[in-house]
């Protein structure tokens, strides 16, 4: 006589959802570095170095939706590129992560 398998207890299947919304979170953070502004290689390109905070603070957190605040707006170096790179903060789950920005020249 074959028994039926259990299914999972109430813990079992509250572990396994944390589990795989752990998971979802860390995919979503994963993709926020291959969108625009997610990593140097990728800068985002912007004419005034006065809208980096504005749109920083636009971008919602990739694994929360929750909304950032600005830790440091600062001038960096990378790869002989000269970039702006905001950092960031979660307020709702604390993630912190930077977005970068390239500043273009406009010619009139």
Known sequence: MKRKPKGLSE??????LERQNAKLAQDQARLFALTEGGSA???ISVESASVVETHALSV???RCGGAHELIEHAAITQDGQRLREARLRCRQ????????????????
Do not use: H, M, Y
Not at 11 to 16: K, M
Not at 93 to 108: A, K, V
């Open 60 to 62: 919602p957190c990739p």
């Open 93 to 108: 789950c604390g993630t912190r992560r930077s977005l970068f920005f390239r500043l273009i020249e406009r010619f009139n």
């Open 41 to 43: 290689q990728r800068p």
């Open 11 to 16: 813990r079992g299947e509250r572990r396994a």
